[in-house]
């Protein structure tokens, strides 16, 4: 199995920035493709952004993309989120999974962190 721990959410004022990160332990970190969702308080949890094994494929979803970057980093084990630009709505606690593949689809991933909690102020 593969353990992930989530870290670096935080306060931010909207317009701010800040880097999640995701640390992995257990099996081999590279095997899998990476993703980050979010759930808002009274929602269902979303897609983010996913990274394929390699890392050379990412995908993001509208309402993220242009503003968060994925990237992962092999020989440290770790994945990444930039946050920047952030807005109110970006307010969720957000979680790091590993899958079989880099899609939007909550049932793809076999693995899941305990979350780090995001919240940006107006």
């Known amino acids: 199995q593969v353990q992930l721990v989530e870290s670096g959410g935080g306060l931010v004022q909207a317009g701010g920035s800040l880097r999640l990160s995701c640390a992995a332990s257990g099996r081999t970190f590279s095997s899998y493709a990476m993703g980050w969702f979010r759930q808002a308080p009274g929602k269902e949890r979303e897609f983010v952004a996913a990274i394929s094994w390699t890392g050379s494929n990412t995908y993001y979803a509208d309402s993220v993309s242009g ?14 989120l930039q946050m920047n630009s952030l807005k109110p709505e970006d307010t969720a606690v957000y979680y790091c999974a590993a899958g079989i593949a880099g899609t939007s689809l909550i049932r793809t991933y076999e693995y899941w962190g305990q979350g780090t909690q995001v919240t940006v102020s107006s």
């Open 67 to 80: 503003r968060f970057t994925i990237s992962r980093d092999i020989a440290k084990n770790t994945v990444y």
